[in-house]
């Protein structure tokens, strides 16, 4: 069983840097997609930035330049370091581990040509969150 755990989250100031972590366990594919993803309150969730079992990554328009995914394949942690942050960065931040081509999908998502919902179910397995709150 595939179990994602989330840490890192704070709260900050505006244009202050935090780095999340998610440890997974139970993973075990050679293809894969691994995503982070955001839902502020009162709002729908959002893709934030994806990366694949090639290291490729992509991110949504809003954090391009500021966010940047990696991951550490030997100790199985995905990671988001987010620069500059923006009271728009608030949210509850998850990470999720899917199928290689949710990867390319995303992309499409990216550039406004999907819906998040119908991109979600290629992810199966999601972390609880951990939350992000930037104050100006």
């Known amino acids: 069983q595939v179990h994602l755990v989330e840490s890192g989250g704070a709260s900050v100031q505006a244009g202050e840097s935090l780095r999340l972590s998610c440890q997974i366990s139970g993973f075990t594919a050679r293809f894969y997609c691994m995503g982070w993803f955001r839902q502020a309150p009162g709002k729908e969730r959002e893709g934030v930035a994806t990366?694949?079992?090639?290291?490729?990554?992509r991110y949504r328009d809003s954090v391009k330049g500021r966010f940047t995914a990696s991951e550490d394949n030997a100790n199985k942690i995905l990671y988001l370091e987010m620069n500059s942050l923006t009271p728009d960065d608030t949210a509850m931040y998850y990470c999720?581990?899917?199928?290689?081509?949710?990867?390319?999908?995303?992309?499409?998502?990216?550039?406004?040509?999907?819906?998040?919902?119908?991109?979600?179910?290629?992810?199966?397995?999601w972390g609880q969150g951990t939350q992000v709150t930037v104050s100006s």
């Open positions: 990366i694949d079992n090639d290291g490729d990554t």
């Open positions: 999720a581990v899917g199928t290689s081509g949710a990867c390319i999908t995303m992309g499409r998502y990216f550039a406004g040509r999907f819906d998040l919902e119908d991109i979600t179910p290629r992810f199966a397995s």
